[in-house]
């Protein structure tokens, strides 16, 4: 199962890196983290999520009862983040649907 998470984490990981318009929480290589991401963009993380819920992507939105590490690493709490995660029955398909669908939102 690990192995399937780091397969299907990378390529979230790789595009979160490459955008100007989004910063990824944490470490940019799937082997070193576990199977959630967490991203801070200019939008808040309550409005990505409401946005991204048409588009066929369950994800979550707010600062998640981690008030100080989002502060820590200069999120406002209040602005909060967007928090996707990944499990032993998600495809590639659907992370390649969530990509496309941050792009059209971001």
């Given at each position: 199962?690990?192995?399937?998470?780091?397969?299907?984490?990378?390529?979230l990981?790789?595009y979160a890196?490459?955008?100007?318009?989004?910063?990824?929480?944490g470490p940019?290589q799937?082997k070193?983290?576990?199977?959630?991401?967490a991203l801070?963009?200019?939008?808040?993380?309550e409005?990505?999520?409401r946005w991204?819920?048409?588009?066929?992507?369950m994800?979550?939105g707010?600062?998640f009862?981690?008030?100080?590490?989002?502060?820590a690493?200069g999120?406002?709490?209040s602005?909060g983040?967007?928090r996707?995660?990944?499990?032993h029955y998600?495809?590639?398909?659907?992370?390649?649907?969530?990509?496309?669908?941050?792009d059209?939102?971001l």
């Amino acid at each position: 199962m690990r192995a399937h998470e780091v397969k299907l984490l990378q390529p979230l990981l790789d595009y979160a890196k490459a955008k100007n318009s989004v910063r990824l929480l944490g470490p940019d290589q799937a082997k070193a983290r576990a199977p959630t991401v967490a991203l801070a963009s200019q939008i808040a993380g309550e409005d990505l999520a409401r946005w991204l819920a048409p588009l066929g992507i369950m994800a979550g939105g707010g600062d998640f009862y981690a008030v100080r590490a989002l502060a820590a690493q200069g999120v406002d709490p209040s602005h909060g983040g967007l928090r996707v995660s990944f499990t032993h029955y998600t495809s590639e398909e659907e992370v390649t649907k969530l990509i496309e669908a941050l792009d059209q939102v971001l």
